[in-house]
């Protein structure tokens, strides 16, 4: 049922697409005549892919993959935490502000927070193959399509509980495949391995054992089902001594994503994924945002029409920073 949503929706799509049309030249200011206006406004449809949005996206359920990045926080052994802290002013405003001095509720209006990032390796990220090829795409070389896609989840949880070290295998794709028919081309593939709930125990996140992707079924998902690219939950591709998975992605101008989140609320095929990142240019890592977007009958996620988002919710308390610098809402 839910593959056949998905067919329904890239339909809807690529009827939506063929309906748009060119603006007329010259442009005219002002209602036109009935007879000269689009035909969506005669019969009352949304044009273009309006009507998309509001048949499927309005109330399907969105789900958010992504760890909140803060500066207690699983990293690669080889960098650093970040570091949050208030902003400052960078130069005199006069009567207003001076050099040095925090901006605060009570005496300027607003605050803002200034970051001390030592790696853009950092959190749930997009890695583009510039972070391992000196010849390779940066983060600001990632082209607008990547931004929605179909959504493959293999499950491979069940197998890590028993051997946290498990790296899924080729046979994990086409196991998912006798069930759900052929990984979809222009795929992102995300693996589930559950490993994302140990995120809390910032000392065992990176430890080894755990669970990653073999280079075989890297190698099948490119080569063979010419996926996107790949996604996990932990900070790295495997453990093996060279990283051989994250070499061969990155030397041959793959993508993968990494520390993902909250896949066992995702439906393993019907879903799509909405992909953001930060675009820093000539980047090596891409702090990133993934939504997964099931079906309506979801039981996981919430919709548009449940959650419209504006206004959005008033904090409990006054927002304070903690120790670590981060604002939260604090009695």
């Known amino acids: ?55 499927f996206f309005v109330n399907a359920k969105y789900i ?54 030592p790696t853009d390796q950092y959190g749930t990220q997009l890695d583009p193959p510039a ?22 989840v293999i499950n491979i949880a069940d197998k890590v ?5 498990y790296h899924m295998q080729v046979q994990d794709v086409l196991d998912w495949e006798a069930k759900y028919g052929r990984v979809p081309a222009g795929s992102v593939v995300m693996v589930r391995s559950d490993w994302y709930k140990r995120w809390g125990d910032v000392k065992r996140f990176n430890q080894k054992p755990f669970p990653g992707v073999s280079l075989d079924a890297l190698k099948f998902l490119h080569l063979e089902r010419n996926i996107l690219f790949h996604g ?46 930060a675009k820093p240019k000539g980047g090596t890592g891409g702090y990133a945002r993934y939504i997964a977007v099931a079906p309506p009958d979801w039981p996981y996620g919430a919709s548009i029409a449940e959650v419209p988002g504006a206004p959005l919710p008033k904090q409990l308390y006054p927002l304070r920073r903690d120790a670590n610098g981060v604002l939260r809402p604090t009695p």
């Not at 748009?20 to 000269?36: H, I, M, T, Y």
């Not at 990293?75 to 050099?99: L, S, T």
């Not at 000196?134 to 607008?144: L, Q, R, V």
């Not at 509980?161 to 070290?165: F, L, P, R, S, T």
Request: some cysteine; glycine content about 10%; aromatic content about 10%.
């Open 161 to 165: 509980a028993q051997d946290e070290g």
């Open 64 to 117: 958010d993959l992504t760890h909140a990045f803060e500066p207690v926080q699983p990293v690669w052994p080889g960098f650093g935490n970040a570091v949050f802290k208030p902003a400052v002013a960078g130069q005199a405003i006069e009567g207003y502000v001076e050099v040095g001095q925090e901006f605060t509720y009570a005496q300027h209006g607003f605050v803002a927070t200034a970051y001390e990032l």
């Open 232 to 277: 996990h939950e932990p900070l790295d591709t495997d453990t093996t001594p060279t990283l051989e998975g994250e070499y061969w992605l990155m030397h041959n101008h793959f993508a993968q994503a990494e520390g993902v989140a909250n896949l066992d609320q995702v439906p393993e095929a019907g879903a799509l994924i909405i992909i953001g990142f």
């Open 1 to 55: 049922m839910a593959q056949k949503r998905l067919s329904a929706v890239i339909g809807l799509l690529a009827l939506a697409l063929s309906a748009c049309a060119p603006l007329p030249s010259p442009v005219v200011v002002g209602p036109a005549p009935a007879a000269e206006q689009p035909a969506a406004a005669q019969t009352g449809q949304a044009p273009g892919l309006w009507g998309v949005y509001e048949d």
């Open 131 to 152: 972070h391992w090829d000196e010849y390779g795409a940066t983060i600001s070389d990632i082209p607008a399509t990547y931004a929605i896609r179909p959504l493959v």
